[in-house]
């Protein structure tokens, strides 16, 4: 395998009364889509601006294709950022914009127009290169942006929460084009965000981030089927998390005890003990009008207290039990005709295989 293009090694950042970095420790592959995920003020755009250089360094080390960074000022590193803001200046054309890098630090005269060319070429932007920034839509700013970090070919591209200021249909649009134009290009990408949906949709890996240290670091697929703790299954995707307490153990499973299901059995391949979480995704849960004809599967009889409609799918929200409360993704066809009825009684089943048992 090769080596990596950028190790995080033991990196601690401390600000007073608070630790914005958490002892982090990880590895980024050459060519990889790697995000940092996790929520506003976890720490991971400290942790991005570190590997930038633009902010001063805690303890531990930062490596970047081999190099050591302490000390390397930030206009000597292999990488390039693109901000939130886009901070493209108003008053220059697009390839004015993209060429400004090149010429503060003095890029030959004759290599810039190609080298800028290029760039804008590779965001689908060399059509306008003579507009201004108020001639373009917000989509279109954000890949001057990013045609103004890639022509300085960095070998790595530090992405800080690139498409927050996009709404939902373009933003939507532009991660897309993100992967594509990675894959394209062929350069580590690492992205700063807070959106669970932009992570699983465009990243190789996934780092979740909880108060400045990694709770995991996986692939999409196995980040929302295989959480390894309440905080990464609760943050990745819609869940139903249930309290519960182990009553024994076997090598099949455990048993125990959950408030508004009664006694259950599921699988887990590890120690349990105590309080655990019993998670479950909507989209694993039956809704029926009776009860299920299955004895091995879990169930609880509730009341349907609110229905969110989405067009092929309705989050259905039920109260069940001992103040138990799930929820099940529905399909929006013939069989669920006259079952979604806020106060209607029904059943929410699923199989043991598909809980998840969390013990942190």
């Known amino acids: 395998m090769s080596a990596p293009i950028i190790s995080i090694k033991n990196v601690t950042k401390r600000y007073p009364g608070v630790i914005a970095v958490d002892n982090v420790s990880f590895d980024i592959m050459p060519n990889e889509f790697f995000a940092l995920l996790g929520p506003s003020g976890c720490g991971k755009t400290t942790l991005l601006r570190m590997i930038a250089g633009l902010e001063t360094s805690g303890t531990g080390e930062i490596v970047v294709d081999g190099q050591n960074m302490d000390g390397v000022p930030a206009n000597q590193r292999p990488v390039n950022m693109v901000f939130q803001s886009y901070a493209v200046f108003p008053h220059m054309t697009v390839k004015d914009n993209v060429a400004y890098g ?103 890996r996934i ?64 120690a349990a003990s105590g309080t655990v ?25 509730g009341v349907i207290r609110d229905v969110a409609y989405y067009g092929d799918v309705s989050n259905v929200f039920i109260a069940c039990d001992d103040g138990l409360e799930l929820a099940v993704n529905v399909q929006n066809d013939r069989a669920a005709a006259g079952l979604l009825e806020k106060g209607k009684n029904v059943w929410a089943s699923w199989h043991p295989d598909d809980t998840l048992v969390l013990t942190e």
């Open 102 to 204: 090149l010429k503060v630090t003095g890029v030959p005269a004759s290599e810039i127009a190609p080298r800028v060319e290029e760039a804008l070429e590779m965001v689908q932007m060399a059509a306008m290169a003579d507009r201004k920034p108020d001639q373009l839509s917000g989509g279109q700013r954000q890949r001057v942006a990013l045609a103004r970090a890639l022509v300085k070919r960095p070998k790595v591209l530090l992405l800080d929460e690139p498409l927050s200021a996009l709404d939902a249909k373009l933003r939507e649009h532009m991660q897309l084009e993100l992967a594509r134009l990675q894959q394209a290009i062929g350069i580590t990408f690492i992205i700063v965000t807070h959106d669970q949906d932009e992570a699983l949709s465009m990243a190789d």
């Open 207 to 270: 780092a979740v981030i909880e108060k400045g240290a990694v709770r995991q670091i996986a692939g999409p697929e196995e980040l929302y089927e295989k959480p390894r703790s309440r905080f990464v299954a609760d943050f990745i995707g819609k869940i139903n998390l249930i309290d519960a307490e182990v009553t024994g153990t076997s090598k099949s499973g455990i048993t125990c005890t959950a408030k508004g299901l009664g006694k259950v059995v599921v699988p887990h391949d590890g």
């Open 277 to 301: 979480s019993l998670a479950v995704r909507p989209e694993k849960l039956n809704l029926s009008a009776e009860a299920p004809a299955s004895k091995t599967d879990i169930s609880a009889r």
